[in-house]
């Protein structure tokens, strides 16, 4: 199993991690990428921050430690909320709150 983190010109196919259904790529930046989805019990649209599979200790370390923190701020209102991170081997994601709007770029 890979996660495609090629964004340029290649058809994107669902997926699912854990119950996650995962619909599209938002985007990149520094270490991870942001898949768009929903939980597939609930349908609430959900962000996906997944590292990529050829991470080292000390990425998956600062990972982890970035969702922890992450899940601390969440009860702040100008803070993306966190609610769980994911493993489903070979792939670690952190599920977040997808808040929709116009890019940053």
């Known amino acids: 199993f890979e996660i495609r983190t090629n964004l340029s010109g290649a058809e994107f196919h669902v997926f699912y991690l854990d119950h996650y259904q995962v619909n599209e790529v938002l985007g990149s930046g520094g270490m991870y990428w942001i898949y768009g989805g929903r939980n597939a019990l609930t349908h609430e ?3 996906l921050k997944v590292l990529p599979s050829n991470f080292t200790p000390r990425t998956l370390a600062h990972f982890s ?8 701020l969440g009860c702040h209102p100008h ?12 792939v670690y994601c952190i599920v977040m709150e997808y808040l929709e709007g116009i890019s940053l770029q």
């Open 79 to 90: 803070v993306i909320h966190m609610s769980r991170i994911v493993r489903a081997d070979p």
């Open 45 to 47: 649209p959900v962000a």
């Open 65 to 72: 430690l970035e969702a922890r923190v992450g899940q601390r």
